[in-house]
């Protein structure tokens, strides 16, 4: 099982339907079949889903905690965004 | 959700536990949605950001500066824990093909499995510290890392099935519930959830005891016997003493660990009197009594050079469970080795129809 002939995969089940995918876990597997049947043996052991998605690890680009205030300053000052921001006048309906 | 096999917390043996588990994952998604006002920011000083977060209660998670220390011991802990679990399906693998009905040996194949399940979990966690899992099969294959020491007894009857169940899946509940809390962001999910699925094994052992004792004399006797050979090696799974326990004091700063060996210890002995009780069963220890003042149990100590001798190899089945470990990845090799030339071969079909 070396890591080469086995790469790692990422592991994203959705819970019920209506529900998005989240990630659960992660494993080894040599193709992506077989991590998607690892999955199933590994994660839903207990009827936790009705959907997987396996992702290699490798493809996976990450921000890093490390860089979190700079790569996410652009959002700090933009409070306007969101609807609380706003004052609605007295009486106002449906708004 | 994990199925609906969970009786509500409340409802017989285990179920404060579980209780906690649900209060602990609601306690990391708590954490998780309170945002950390002021404090070092995670680019300037890590050290003193690292040292904030765990003071916050929030989690660290794997792409965060960490002490190398840190690093080091998860994944010293997390291995081991790993390793345990693998280890652990032999002593119960044991008894699945003597199971005494069709009913007991599908609810121990499944229990087996979990244990399995749990491994690769705690693997996975580690892997995040950046060791890899091809690393952490060598250092134990070669016994440069441990498993539990509980493991290295001998399962002779059924009724030890019944009690591994109760008191060893016991007491690593009461050491891995408090994990759920722990500061290292994927161990602690990862503990949710094996503690979820180890609350089955628990009753599942009990209702093996519970079965045998209210059997015929004979049954009654093989369950007794089981708990009277099982009982002090649960105790020792908590670990030496407090006074010589060595990675003790650093782990509670960094709040990996959350209680001391002697104090889980005796929740775990306060905890099996009144299930004790309940099985009609004896515990082996004629020192064992209410204390008043203290309220909590006197007990016994397990025999802690016992334990030591365990640890350095010396256990009745310390090289079984090591061969057999060496034996079923050698035998698995060709498994592997099958499954990743059928990879490459589907890869190369791609790159030429491509």
Known sequence: MSTDHSPLWEVFVRARRG??????????????ELALRNARDLYTRRQEGVSIWVVPASAITASSPDEKDAFFDPAADKVYRHPTFYEVPDGVAHL | MYGNDFAPPEDGPGGGLLGEVEAAEAALREAAARARRGGPAPDEDFAAYFADVIDADQKIEPRDWMPEAYRKTLIRQIAQHAHSEIIGMQPEGNWISRAPSLKRKAILLAKVQDEAGHGLYLYAAAETLGVSRDELVELLIDGRQKYSSIFNYPTLTWADVGAIGWLVDGAAIVNQVPLCRCSYGPYARA??????????????????????????????????????RWWYPSLAMFGPPDGDSTHSAQSMAWKIKRFSNDELRQRFVDMCVQQAEI????????????????????????????????????GPCNRERMEHRRRAHSD?????????????????????AA
């Not at chain 2, 009753?203 to 009277?228: F, N, S, W």
């Open chain 2, 332 to 352: 698995g090799a060709w498994v592997r080795e099958a499954a990743a030339a059928y990879a490459a071969k589907q890869r190369n079909k791609e790159k030429v």
């Open chain 2, 279 to 314: 099985l009609g069963l004896t515990i082996p220890d004629p020192d064992l009594r209410w204390n008043e003042q203290r309220q909590a149990h006197d007990y016994t100590q397990p025999d802690y050079d016992e334990l030591m001798q365990v640890i350095k190899g010396n």
């Open chain 1, 19 to 32: 529900l998005s995918h989240t990630h659960v876990g992660s494993l080894h597997a040599p193709d992506a």
């Open chain 2, 191 to 228: 503990m949710i959830r094996v503690c979820k699925e180890e609350s089955f094994h628990q009753r599942q052992g009990y209702e093996i005891l519970h079965t045998l004792a209210h059997g015929t004399p004979e049954q009654k006797a093989m369950a007794q016997d089981a708990v009277d």
